[in-house]
């Protein structure tokens, strides 16, 4: 194969026979070839073990359903070819589906029969019977498959596919899985197969065979390929569609060998197709203006201040239930905490023998978007720290005095690391927030985390699931908030994920991707451009840059910001007289009520961070409005009070 397959090739799918038979064009069978119709879905199948009730009620016993495993190996694979041939079902390692049992395999996975199907043949030199291929340039296909690749390609009128498989679309998915056990099967047939995979639609999917043993008792022989690791990722989509461009519609597990293959036959990438202008001026109208209407009608022009905490229902009345931000007050006076630990020497006595997470980058920009040098060009990536566990004293002496210009370390770990890693000082502050705790159910924070950085590290524009009480004990915090209205001013996109690593030896950093390769939906807006590309940033992201301002708000010493969830914030830090900043931060759940079901309508609506990359920002005026440095955000606070509730 010239992609490797990975893991792609041990999905267990179920296999249905097709009703005819295919012949080439002066009726001679064509040896070796076998027509598939598959359908991937994502990595491994799997059915839910929420069953539907007719799987329910199925009870075999367990002698006979050992009976109908079988390894996948090519002795048994005119066993598997019989039992088509008789129009049973069996269970395969790959990704495939039967025309002639669409109906019964819809119906059995619950899945849309507006859901298009994907064809899998045995051999790559079997594609021109049912799509098109004159227009792809010379041993592309060749390239691509076999492997994790599904190709989408023109159907044409000389398809030797049924009319009812997928009607009305002229298009086609394909893939050659790199699998000798189905592609066996698949020429030993002599009929198109289709596959699907072994779990209920929309449900997670297997990675074993035991995953649905559920469904055996309606197979005549399950195939086992062996378990499927657990952070695989599916095929790479590609759309070729048109001639000389392509389209990937899903990252997949070989889209970096895909594209360097897409490249090499000379093919472009297709612009996204806009909108009718008329269609997306309106969109943009209504969009826009329900930005100024939530600012209008219910967050004002400023973060709220409070000078005492709020009774629990004041709190969930006029803070949570509208997803409201506030400042809090005289909250946390009563801590130890806010004399003892800028006292650094308290910090590293009490902290002595504790074994801690310090995040590493070159910049202080960790979970943030950085360029990376791959395959000979430049792509943006999502970074994250590189993490090491060492005693509290010499972690915090590299978070004040770095070894080199080019290190910056941050004392963080967002899994509950005040209570896992500083256990010991547990005492010296609550460990919830009674009043919030109460107004959100009674129910305890799912987190409780402790920062301690300098005024180097700073936190890019994403949002959280949780609702955030974020306690400032050292130094102060400086956020600029967006509400979930706001979202495609954010100009989400999914980026690469990569990891840093650093070498104490040579005092290098190096940025590598992930493999096996993810992606991350992250926020592409950088409110803190430098001056040489300040320009740019802001045509690339006029929705943020020229659309309502973000709210700004700096949280001290001793102050509380609740901070709802979904709410987008950007962090920096200022450092007290000792070089560092201190914060406590208490997740609690968020509430998945309707709230949440209109913020992922909103999101669903393409405008902005997709539709609007291409748009004519002409319209636009380039100004400085949000464009900010810190100074100015400093004079500007200076200058304005916060409105206090009464």
């Known amino acids: 194969m010239n992609i490797p397959e990975r893991i792609a090739v041990r999905l267990p799918q179920l296999v249905f026979p097709f009703s005819e038979a295919f012949y080439n064009h002066n009726r001679v069978p064509k040896l070796g070839s076998v027509p598939f119709l598959t359908h991937k879905r994502h990595l491994g199948l799997g059915l839910s073990k929420k069953m539907s009730s007719s799987m329910e009620n199925c009870h075999v016993d367990v002698q006979n359903k050992l009976e109908v495993v079988r390894p996948a190996t090519e002795v048994y694979a005119q066993e598997a070819i019989e039992a088509l041939k008789a129009g049973k079902v069996i269970a395969v390692p790959t990704d495939t589906l039967s025309l002639e049992a669409v109906s019964s395999i819809y119906e059995m996975k619950g899945r849309k029969h507006t859901s298009p199907l994907a064809i899998c043949v045995g051999d790559v030199s079997h594609i021109q019977h049912f799509a098109v291929t004159e227009y792809l340039p010379h041993g592309l296909l060749d390239s691509l498959l076999p492997g994790p690749v599904t190709v989408i390609l023109r159907r044409g009128e000389s398809s030797a596919l049924e009319k009812s498989l997928n009607p009305g679309l002229d298009s086609v998915g394909v893939r050659v899985p790199d699998c000798n056990f189905i592609r066996a099967v698949a020429r030993g047939l002599g009929k198109a197969v289709a596959l699907t995979s072994a779990n209920l639609s929309g449900q997670p999917s297997s990675l074993c065979i035991k995953d649905f043993e559920n469904l055996w008792n309606r197979c005549a022989y399950v195939y086992d390929g062996g378990a499927l690791p657990s952070n695989g990722a599916g095929s790479t989509i590609v759309d070729l569609t048109l001639p000389g461009k392509y389209k990937i519609l899903r990252p997949g597990s070989a889209r970096e060998e895909t594209l360097a293959i897409l490249e090499k036959h000379s093919l472009v990438e297709e612009a996204p197709k806009l909108k009718k202008s008329g269609m997306m001026e309106e969109q943009g109208r209504l969009l826009e203006g329900l930005w100024g209407e939530v600012r209008e009608l219910s967050l004002g022009n400023r973060i709220q201040r409070l000078d005492s905490a709020p009774t629990p229902l004041q709190f969930l009345r006029d803070y949570v239930s509208p997803n409201k ?322």
């Not at 706001?486 to 840093?500: G, L």
């Not at 104490?504 to 940025?511: I, V």
């Open 325 to 646: 931000p506030c400042i809090i007050s005289n909250a946390i006076s009563h801590w130890p905490a806010l004399t003892l630990w800028p006292n650094l020497s308290y910090l590293s006595s009490s902290l002595s023998d504790s074994i801690v997470s310090l995040h590493l980058t070159p910049h202080g920009h960790a979970d943030s978007l950085v360029p990376l040098e791959t395959h000979q060009k430049e792509e943006t990536c999502f970074a994250s720290a590189h993490v090491e566990h060492v005693p509290f004293p010499c972690a915090l002496d590299l978070v004040l005095k770095p070894e080199r210009k080019n290190l910056v370390g941050y004392l963080q770990q967002q899994n509950d690391c005040f209570q896992e890693e500083y256990s010991e000082l547990a005492s010296d502050c609550d460990a919830h927030i009674p009043w919030a705790t109460e107004a959100l159910g009674g129910c305890l924070p799912e987190a409780v985390n402790l920062w301690i950085g300098n005024h180097s590290s700073e936190t890019s524009f994403h949002k959280d699931h949780y609702e955030n009480l974020y306690a400032v004990v050292s130094g102060e915090k400086q956020f600029l908030l967006l509400p979930p209205t706001d979202v495609h001013r954010m100009y989400i996109k999914e980026y690469p994920a990569a990891q840093y690593s650093y070498s104490s030896d040579t005092g290098e950093f190096r940025l590598e991707l992930e493999k096996p390769q993810r992606y991350v939906p992250w926020c592409s807006v950088n409110p803190y451009p430098p001056p040489e590309t300040k320009e740019i940033e802001m045509s690339k992201f006029p929705l943020y840059f020229n659309g309502p301002k973000p709210f700004h708000c700096t949280i001290k010493a001793g102050e509380i910001l609740y901070l709802p969830s979904m709410w987008f914030h950007h962090v920096r830090q200022t450092s007290d007289d000792n070089g560092c900043t201190i914060a406590i931060n208490y997740w609690y759940d968020m509430q998945f009520d309707i709230k949440y079901a209109y913020f992922n309508f909103l999101q669903s609506i393409h405008y902005g961070s997709t539709t609007l990359m291409n748009y004519d920002t002409s319209k636009f005026t380039l100004s400085d409005g949000l464009c900010i440095d810190a100074n100015e955000l400093e004079a500007e606070e200076a200058n304005q009070e916060d409105t206090k509730d009464e």
